[in-house]
């Protein structure tokens, strides 16, 4: 399953990577996304709760067509 994670705010790239390796991402207007595969459930609620832990706020989640 393909997602993208859309985060408020503009994250640098030393962050994103560091804090999301296995997820390509871009910095658009006043957002971030974090968009690639994500293998099941468990995964995905990691990577939610490294937004939390880092104090992101996700504005959007949606799954990608594959």
Known sequence: MRYEIRIA??????TR????PELDSAVVPSQTLLFGQVT???????LLSRCQALGLRVVELRRLPE
Not at 40 to 46: S, V
């Open 9 to 14: 705010g503009a994250m640098s790239e030393v």
């Open 40 to 46: 099941d459930d468990a995964h995905l609620f990691g």
């Open 17 to 20: 990577h560091e804090a999301f």
